[in-house]
């Protein structure tokens, strides 16, 4: 008797096939954030055994502190992407597609030890803006895989494992200082529930806890001082914009999966308490710290302006199957509640197809980087000085093609223009250049006003060439 085929096992390797395709077709040519440079410097500095630099020629996308040079992030997105870059900077952007595929897995086996249809996954699979995060090199994956981690070894029995917990919610935090914040709910409800495992969960924490602070004290020089809040200004949160915000943030979760953001609410599940607070405390958390997130336009937002709490996302799914659930069985929808399987492997897939609209979207943004990358190579020499705004240097990632890169605005060009011995050039790319995805943004015009007042007399030629890129060369 022929075994019979096995329907949404079938259909989930289609979709995880179709995934895999078009990621492979749309690979990305570039970075589509110049965060991600910052991301780059960390890890080749930290796989030649290096943190910090003091020669100023070598120290973009660094900041001044005092004597040296330091990461504006931490290090922890670095030491991750060590594997990737010793293949290569082509090879680097497996990193997303990997971690993806590592929270699916996750997830899948967290639903499943929750009595949760592990089927449901596969709505953390096709997240939107997650599948745009997986063409990157930026944090919200191994974010977003340190947390799922971290809260299956949570919902173990055994106290080793609980160490090991604490040991990846400490290591989110070397990601991002942040994820801080995300982890406390899991130890207070341990607090109220099992000291014992609050216990392990600090003992696996503290290790992590004090290389920040070491960290933290030798580079930025007090043990609370971060990147972030040293020689930048931060903006003053008002009322109206931390409400503006929390709104997008609501919406989004409202919009691409209908309704989402009230399931938490009426999840009755294990761990209600961890799940609940997490996903409440999450937008109040990030709408006050990161007001100005959404400066796209309305579908943009949508997609991937919330990126800030993409890491909370499969905790949503976890609160959101059982109420999508107890919504076909309010609605006696029993012929989907059947074949629920099935029908979470065809959304799947279908929104997979759908996908396709913003892989090549940012493929193109991300092509066109490429381009204008080979075009400032091209044009000037090796071991030359190109001084520019963090958003044209952005464009030169410098490994393997070694050019000196200064930030007009963050460095003192008047006493390194007079000292360097080769050729010097200052790059202006337009950000009118761009798809839609990226909107034009008018400052990158003043930047580039000012950088031409400031060293208009010391220009002997100008070079306008593809893409929008200006190049000028300096007298020596």
């Known amino acids: 008797m022929a075994k019979k085929i096995n329907i949404p096992k079938l259909l989930m390797g289609v979709a995880l096939i179709l ?4 990621y492979v077709y749309y ?20 796989s030649e055994g290096n943190l910090i630099v003091t020669n100023v020629l070598e120290a973009y996308p660094y900041l001044p502190f005092g004597q040296h040079y330091s990461p504006y992030y931490p290090i922890g997105q670095g030491l991750l992407l060590i594997p990737f870059i010793l293949l290569g900077i082509k090879y680097i952007f497996l990193f997303g597609i990997l971690f993806h595929l590592f929270n699916f897995l996750l997830l ?42 971290g809260f299956y070894l949570y919902t173990e ?31 207070i409800m341990a607090l109220l529930r099992d000291r014992k495992k609050l216990l392990y969960l600090v003992l696996g924490f503290v290790p992590i806890g004090i ?40 919406i989004s979760l409202l919009i691409i999966f209908p309704f989402m953001f009230f399931s938490p609410f009426f999840y009755k599940g294990k761990y209600k308490g961890e799940i609940l607070s997490l996903l409440l405390l999450s937008p109040i958390i990030f709408s006050y710290l990161n007001t100005r997130v959404f400066h796209y336009n309305f579908i943009t937002n949508l997609i991937i302006g919330p990126r800030y709490i993409f890491p909370v996302i499969p905790f949503y799914i976890i609160a959101y199957g059982p109420f999508i659930l107890s919504l076909l069985t309010f609605f006696q929808l029993s012929f989907i509640k059947k074949h ?41 020499e090796e071991d030359s000085l190109i001084i520019g705004d963090h958003f044209s240097l952005s464009f030169l990632n410098n490994y393997p093609r070694k050019r000196y890169l200064v930030d007009y605005l963050m460095y003192n060009t008047t006493t390194i223009i007079p000292e360097f011995k080769g050729k010097i050039y200052i790059i202006y790319a337009s950000h009118s250049s761009y798809p839609a995805i990226l909107p034009p943004n008018s400052m990158h015009e003043k930047l580039k006003n000012d950088i031409l007042s400031r060293f208009r007399h010391s220009i002997v030629y100008e070079k306008t060439t593809p893409f929008n890129l200006y190049i000028y060369g300096l007298k020596r």
């Open 340 to 380: 629920l399987k099935t029908v979470l492997c065809v959304f799947a897939i279908l929104a997979l197809f759908v996908s396709i609209k913003i892989s090549s979207a940012q493929y193109s943004y991300t092509l066109n980087s490429w381009h204008i990358s080979n075009e400032i190579y091209s044009n000037t």
């Open 19 to 22: 995934y895999l395709s078009i």
């Open 157 to 187: 029995k055994s106290r080793k494992l609980h160490f090991f917990s604490g040991l990846l919610f400490g290591f989110s935090c070397l990601l991002r200082y942040t994820n801080l914040l995300l982890i406390i709910p899991f130890f």
């Open 27 to 46: 690979y990305p040519q570039y970075f589509t954030f110049s965060d991600e440079t910052q991301y780059l410097r960390i890890s080749h500095l930290l």
């Open 108 to 149: 899948y086996k967290i639903l499943k030890k929750l009595s949760i249809e592990p089927y449901f996954s596969l709505l953390y699979f096709v997240y939107p803006g997650i599948l745009f995060y997986t063409r990157t090199i930026m944090t919200e994956l191994p974010t977003i895989f340190l947390l799922l981690f």
């Open 211 to 250: 290389i920040i602070i070491l960290l933290n004290t030798s580079i930025y020089g007090g043990p609370l001082t971060i990147g972030q809040f040293v020689n930048h200004n931060v903006d003053q949160t008002s009322i109206t914009s931390f409400i503006g915000a929390l709104s997008k943030y609501i």
